[in-house]
């Protein structure tokens, strides 16, 4: 059975990056047709950016790189799961995961963000300078 | 701290959904504005399809309903991940979760795919015919 991405019409697909011990959703990116073959061939998580608009190996600039464990992909091919090892944090902020807010219920139909997680692994003032 | 959705040029955030006992990706699905709110206001999954154009309550075809333990957002708010406990199967295949194949190298850089979890916890055909 052949996997036969199935592209939107930027070129891209979407992935859904979790920690291969804890389960916890780290990051989602994109990826193109390159990024694809890349992260297949090294076993490195590769992504491409929509903001920059260029392939990107995670952690080229961070360090905080990403060992693929297993890949998957969903029923009609337009998303891929990648589990990984990450190397310290995915979030450009620090943090272990993107995800480090809970979204709750304020009264009155609103919401509001309440830190799950808060530590910083690393001081992207730091590490992302030029 | 305000929770403030980014949504695309298509009034949309994606939202990654797993299962919260096992932590499996069940699916890769998107939200309008409408499906955050009904979602947060009901504790129920809600979704908007890109292919029929509509807001649609996950289950309200195949009665596999999502119940939700928690929703978080990523750094940017483009993106949302709600922890669920998925009754029955969360894929339109009958299978639990929509990343059923696992994406496996295949020599020359090209790529196969392997069933992870091929069983069907109901028959697509009898449930979703009108």
Redesign the interface.
């Known amino acids: 059975?052949?996997?036969l991405p199935k592209f939107d019409s930027a070129g891209l697909v979407?992935c859904?990056t979790?920690d291969a011990v804890?389960?916890?959703?780290l990051?989602?990116a994109h990826m193109n047709d390159e990024a694809l073959?890349k992260t297949?061939?090294t076993g490195e998580a590769w992504y491409f950016s929509r903001s920059r608009n260029a392939l990107w190996r995670k952690g080229e600039s961070s360090g905080q790189t990403q060992r693929v464990v297993?890949?998957?992909?969903?029923?009609d091919q337009d998303?891929?799961?990648l589990r990984v090892e990450q190397r310290g944090a995915a979030?450009?902020?620090g943090?272990h995961s993107?995800?480090?807010?809970?979204?709750e219920?304020a009264g009155e139909?609103?919401?509001?963000?309440?830190f799950?997680d808060a530590d910083r692994l690393f001081d992207p003032a730091a590490v992302y300078r030029k």
């Not at 804890?22 to 959703?25: A, E, L, R, T, Y």
């Not at 993107?98 to 979204?103: D, G, L, T």
């Open positions: 059975m052949a996997f979407t859904v979790t804890s389960g916890d959703v990051m989602v073959r297949i061939a297993e890949m998957r992909t969903d029923c998303a891929v799961w979030c450009h902020t943090r993107c995800f480090y807010r809970k979204v219920m139909g609103g919401a509001r963000l309440v799950v």
